[in-house]
């Protein structure tokens, strides 16, 4: 019995491999028709293993994620037999909820998916009317909307560091778009007046690492000539103009 | 105006997305908002009671004119094009996206129990799903949502419009054995 | 077959050139061709007896449906209102702008290979881009940087929005089965 159980997980996993081990996990519970709030965890253990020991008999390499599952399953089988204090467990949760919690949201999700995949879609169901590039191209409007997305200039940059060494863009860390932010926001204030004094630049509530960002973008655009700094000579006041 | 509905009509048939009501409004130059309604409401059910090959679906907070589902076969016939389907990983990263958002990529690969990199990059290209920002958290990672362009293949009228897990979950219990 | 018709009209929807006779036979595998004849008339004499938006115009041997030429001035409008895209060249380039700023031309053209003088007055023109400045450098070169409209358009909070190399990398590294 327990025997043809097993050799019944061989033959219908063969021509599938599983994504993950919440994959496998949940093609575990439904072959073995359990109810994911109560699970046999000795059966279910096992179960994995055995498929583990399958890939790898098959050379297949077995990712870390499977191994982490699998020491999970087995420190929560041994909490499982451990006998416990009558009050402790009461007061303590079932071992199980470790797994059972991260599983019974991962099959809502997959509901939700199988739900998804289930509508009208576009393109595969249902079609709208071609569009002929005959159309009178749009002229420069007084709106002149535009139809881009953040992808689209991801993409179109990626292909840049692909054909370009990537050493072009080694600097390029969230805190050097950082300073790129805060320059692209001294040049509004610029834009808008003319000039600012240097104080005024340094919000009071302003943090340290605000600060040092600040202080990195005034750096970068003097010395990229796009602003000047003055000091006046009486007063001391320090004061940055448009380039 | 005159044979509004026409119109309006016309204007579905050569919008490439789907036209809301106020977009309709600035192009007619018509303060009238209901008779836009009206217009639309009709056009609906004429498409509806007359079998016609294609009917006009409320999607995206717009209107749009889409063919029947139903004939889906013939048109694929013609554009002699495989359909293009999303991968069972891709749909469960972007049911993920679509239900938790804003969502962290830490978030979607802790559910899954995998990396979703990849999917994440498949479903950005298709357009479905987007970067909404980054959260203040150590090393600010970004957060994504999905996009406008998700109702649109989706035809959905708004993010509302899918069944909230309770629900699926309340489905799934009266079909126990349509789960694969 | 059922609903001809209808199957017909849906075609005709969808197809982006006139459709003959015989090429709707091909597709419906129908030997039939009086059939598909009488499809294309009542059709036709549907949708002009119903004053419909647009009518079935037969069109250098096949048939294809038209907007009706008394409402050109409302489509003519939609489509001055028709989002603009942007070229390749000038996406690559606002990209090289946006990680790169502030950046000179040189710079720009250095990383495409190629003059970007046009792609570069393009952005400017649609506000996406602002000169920053000027180097005190042999022809006082225009240091470029992103303006408040870009973030707008790709709908970023701030620059730091923007995918670090770093992210960039990890996106890149697609799942060989994921190309689904």
Sequence with gaps: MEQAQNMGAYHVDLGHT???????????????EIDIYDIPIALITRQYLEYLNFMKA???????????????????KSRMLLPGKQEEQEEAEDPRMEIVRPLAE?????DAAQDLAGR???????????????????????QDLMQVSLFELIDAFQKIIKQKSPK??????????????????????????????????????AGKSEIIVTFLAILEMVKSQVIRIMQHASSGIIRIFNG | MDNLKAIVESLLFVADTPLTIDKIRSILKLKD???????????????????????????SGGYQFRTRPEFAEWIRQMKRHKPVRLSRPAMETLAIVAYKQPVLRSDIEHLRGVDCGGTLR??????????????????????YGTTKR?????????????????????????WPNDST
Excluded: C, W
């Design chain 2, 33 to 59: 908002r209901k008779a836009i309604e009206n217009a639309l409401t009709t056009l609906t059910e004429e498409y509806e009671t007359q079998k016609r090959g294609f009917f006009l679906s409320k999607v």
């Design chain 2, 150 to 174: 998700f109702l649109e293949v989706f035809e959905l009228k708004d993010l509302t419009d899918l069944p909230t897990l309770k629900e699926l979950q309340d489905m799934q219990q009266s």
């Design chain 1, 168 to 205: 072009d863009f080694l600097n390029l860390t969230l805190d050097t778009i950082s300073v790129k932010s805060r320059i692209s926001q001294i040049a509004d204030i610029l834009e808008k007046r003319g000039s600012i004094t240097f104080e005024e630049l340094f919000d009071k509530e």
């Design chain 1, 58 to 76: 098959l050379n297949i390499d077995v990712a870390g994620d499977f191994l982490v599952m699998a020491a999970t399953l087995a420190h929560i």
């Design chain 1, 18 to 32: 599983f994504e993950g081990p919440m994959d496998l996990l949940v093609h575990l519970v439904k072959k073995n």
């Design chain 1, 120 to 142: 009208p879609q576009l393109d595969r169901d249902v079609f709208v009317r071609a569009q002929s590039d005959g159309d009178a191209s749009p002229r420069e409007g007084e």
């Design chain 2, 122 to 143: 498949t479903l950005l290209e298709r357009g479905l799903i987007r970067v909404l920002g980054r959260r203040d958290l150590p090393g600010r990672p970004m957060v």
């Design chain 1, 106 to 110: 991962y099959l809502q999700l997959k």
